[in-house]
Nanobody
């Protein structure tokens, strides 16, 4: 029902910033909860940030709290992930994922199984 395309990744030095975008097509973004995930080589997929479809409620993993912020512009069918104070440990492929029904709860937002649609990912590399 919806297609997702991430962009904005690249190479950045420690302490730098990047802003990722996730553009939805085929369906209204307002109908979906969105999770941002990342996967580093040899590691499991990790939930990073979540943004609710209705009320602007967000959740952040402890590892990125205070540094990463998810936001959305439903009129543009776009979700953003602002990443500041990047660290080498943030290096990973970043994915956006969408859930339509049932809505994602505050206790399961970090579980990849909650999401039905995934983008292709964008590489973020933090290195000097």
């Amino acid at each position: 029902q919806v297609q997702l395309v991430e962009s904005g990744g690249g190479l950045v030095q420690p302490g730098g910033s990047l802003r990722l975008s996730c553009v939805a097509s085929g369906s209204a973004l307002a109908d979906y909860d969105i999770g941002w995930f990342r996967q580093a080589p040899g590691k499991e997929r990790e939930g990073v940030c979540f943004i609710n479809r209705h009320y602007g409620v967000t959740y952040d993993a402890d590892s990125v709290k205070g540094r990463f912020t998810a936001s959305r512009d439903n009129a543009k069918n776009t979700v953003y992930l602002q990443m500041n104070s990047l660290e080498p440990e943030d290096t990973a492929v970043y994915y956006c994922a969408a859930n339509s029904w049932p809505a994602v709860s505050g206790t399961t937002w970090y579980d990849p199984a909650e999401y039905d649609y995934w983008g292709q990912g964008t590489q973020v590399t933090v290195s000097s």
